[in-house]
């Protein structure tokens, strides 16, 4: 016969139980927390991308809504105070319900963690005047000439084309 821990008495926390099937059914219309993450420029506006980084989404304890909780330095925390219910709205219209009810700011000193010091600026787009050689767009080609599908066969130069540039850097 065994015995059950004491320190649970057989019971567990109705939201621990219920927390990843509303994750999934959150996921299931259409919000993904790593989207936020990925596409935070596009969905924030380039302003407030500069100043903040989405840390964390949390659902509370009854499951209604989720809390955002967005990085920022001291300096700019008072401004991204004020924007909040601007950044909600944003959000929410990128995944066209309210699937974030609250935003909260966390601030950070500005020497940072471990690296010395925080950055909150996003990685430049390339350049497009920037073309490759013709002997790396030709093998590109190459590879991809089999391909029916012009669209599949313009990305697939286009890939080709960024690999063969990265293995020759």
Sequence with gaps: MSQRPRNKKGFARTSSLLQGQIRRASESRGFAQSRVLTHWPEIAGEDVAAISRPVDISYA????????????????????????????????????????????VTQTAATGFSEGRVSFEHRPKAAADTAPPPEVVSRA?????????????????????????????
């Design 141 to 169: 080609r190459e590879t991809a000439k089999g391909v029916s599908d012009d669209g599949l066969r313009a990305a697939l130069e286009r890939l080709a084309t960024n690999v063969i540039s990265k293995a020759k850097g």
């Design 61 to 104: 304890k009854g499951g209604f809504g989720a809390t955002l909780t967005l990085l920022t330095t001291g300096a700019q925390a008072p401004m991204l105070e004020m924007q909040k219910e601007q950044i909600r709205a944003k959000v929410n219209a990128v995944y066209g319900y309210n699937a974030i009810a609250r935003v909260r």
